[in-house]
């Protein structure tokens, strides 16, 4: 798991994380979710050490990462996975030897070995018949499902995924939500996920964090959104008429499941 202790970030005199503490629990997706300027890119960022914090903790399974030195990071990054907004592929290189890269770095083995495991992760996101494609020649679906593969590649401890679903159709995205929620259970991943989409909120939340002007505002799962009563979270969540009937139908659907006892009390969510 990976826990925030008490993190504060500032650039100048503008304060974006005002002493936020949370874990991202293994085995489970978790979300950072919030309006622009809310402070969860800035977050992410802190938690895989691309900004240093001015204070605070982030620990590793109890690991003091921001107390490591860049030798000691280095050996935590080797176990990080990384899906970007854009995919982020080499257009000079074939989907195999994106793939390939992070092995090319940092792995070990032979190389039929490395070729045997950039094949195994193709298959697991059905991409075993693009591996000689260039970037150009697929679709943005099949991009993201490289990049996933990419970020499995090493078997990773911690996956992190910033805007997975950017750019796609609702089919497409829904079809990458199901894609990290199986490897993510599959292999007992901390997966962390910075998302706008509600569809991945709603589907694929088994743990979310809501951040509002540099603040955790409210803490639950998918579940206890339906009744959480923080209207900042509503006003975000269920901002359109839409969104609010869709929120009526799926506690209906639990009230008929006989589990809406156990939700309302926890629709509070954790405070800060």
């Not at 059905?126 to 000689?132: F, S, V």
Request: glycine residues 8%.
């Amino acid at each position: 798991m990976i826990e925030l202790q008490d993190i504060r970030k500032s650039f100048g005199d503008k304060e974006i994380l005002k002493g936020v503490s949370a874990v991202m629990e293994s085995g489970k997706v978790n979300l950072i979710i919030g309006s622009s300027g809310s402070g969860k890119t800035v977050m992410m960022k802190c938690i895989v050490g691309l900004m240093g914090v001015d204070s605070g903790k982030i620990l590793y399974d109890n690991q003091d990462f921001t107390a490591m030195d860049e030798k000691e990071k280095k050996v935590i990054r080797q176990q990080i996975g990384m899906l970007f907004q854009g995919s982020a592929l080499f257009d000079s290189m074939t989907v195999e030897q994106n793939v390939m890269f992070p092995l090319e770095m940092f792995g070990t083995g032979t190389l039929k070995e490395k070729k045997n495991r950039v094949a195994e992760c193709l298959e697991r996101v059905q991409l075993k018949d693009a591996a000689k494609k260039f970037p150009a020649e697929i679709s943005g679906g099949m991009k993201k499902r490289v990049g996933i593969a990419r970020a499995i590649v090493l078997n990773p401890k911690y996956l992190f995924c910033d805007e997975p679903n950017s750019g796609l159709d609702p089919q497409t995205s829904l079809l990458i939500d199901k894609l990290i929620t199986e490897l993510t259970k599959e292999y007992n991943i901390t997966t962390v996920i910075n998302t706008h989409d509600m569809n991945t909120v709603m589907e694929s939340g088994d743990h979310i964090v809501y951040m509002y002007q540099g603040l955790k505002q409210w803490e639950g799962s998918n579940k206890d959104i339906v009744f959480s009563k923080d209207q900042r979270l509503n006003d975000f969540i269920f901002a359109s008429e839409f969104l609010r009937e869709a929120k009526e139908i799926r506690q209906l659907e639990m009230f008929k499941d006989g589990n809406w006892r156990n939700q309302l009390n926890k629709g509070e969510g954790k405070q800060p």
